[in-house]
């Protein structure tokens, strides 16, 4: 039974395209955020939302847009898909926002803008 | 505001050798540390963490210690294995910043038979 849980695995898609991500966590944190990590394995956070509010929204392209209907899921629409945009996109949750508690990652949606 | 540096990479070592992998970190409140594994093609998964001064984190036969007055938080192992193979990264995350996590970039460790 997947903690966290990301789909699809592998996006292989046109540029000026849009594409979504979807994430779901079983752990009931309360946190979720999305990373992307590039090809030379640097993570960076984008945003990360606490109860359904968006808490933490780094200075990432107003192409990607977040949303969480609840705690338990966060999506990541991408508008208008650039080659810059191809990245592993990582989904983590940690039990609650303002503590430093571990994270939860799932395994990963490789994008792949051709 | 918060960072992380780590030992750059590749590392390269023999089976059994022993490992080191540097960490230092900048923080405005009292940061909890981290060190996080990631295997290929997989997630990162936590490895070890300490939550105060001087605390030791400890798994799978690595350890690290959080040194507030170097601010440090290196990773060691006395005696790697093939299966340790994998990139690590060390972390922290500061309650007065949301509890954000702030990753270093990163070290590839490969290990030879």
């Known amino acids: 039974d997947t903690a966290v849980s990301q789909t699809p695995k592998y996006l292989v898609t046109q540029m000026g395209n849009d594409k979504s991500i979807k994430c779901e966590q079983n752990?009931?944190?309360?946190?979720m955020y999305w990373y992307k990590q590039d090809s030379k394995k640097f993570l960076k956070i984008m945003f990360s939302?606490?109860?359904?509010?968006?808490?933490i929204n780094e200075t990432v392209p107003n192409r990607f847009s977040p949303k969480s209907p609840d705690k338990a899921h966060l999506n990541l629409h991408i508008n208008s898909l650039e080659l810059g945009d191809s990245a592993v996109y990582f989904c983590?949750?940690?039990?609650?926002?303002?503590?430093?508690?571990?994270?939860?990652f799932g395994e990963g949606s490789r994008l792949t803008v051709l | 505001g918060d960072s992380v540096t780590q030992m750059e990479g590749p590392v390269t070592l023999s089976e059994e050798a022993f490992l080191t992998i540097n960490c230092t970190y900048t923080?405005?409140?009292?940061?909890?540390l981290f060190w996080y594994v990631q295997y290929p093609g997989e997630g990162l998964q936590l490895l070890l963490k300490?939550?105060?001064?001087?605390d030791k984190g400890s798994n799978k036969g690595f350890e690290a210690t959080y040194r507030k007055e170097t601010t440090s938080f290196h990773l060691e192992k006395g005696s790697v294995q093939v299966s340790d193979s994998a990139v690590y990264f060390c972390?922290?995350?500061?309650?007065?910043?949301?509890?954000?996590?702030?990753f270093g970039d990163g070290t590839t460790l490969t290990v030879k038979p």
């Open positions: 983590a949750s940690s039990q609650k926002a303002w503590v430093t508690g571990e994270l939860f």
């Open positions: 752990l009931g944190h309360d946190t």
């Open positions: 939302y606490n109860n359904k509010e968006l808490i």
């Open positions: 923080a405005t409140g009292y940061p909890s």
């Open positions: 300490a939550t105060k001064a001087d």
């Open positions: 972390a922290l995350s500061d309650r007065t910043n949301a509890g954000k996590s702030t």
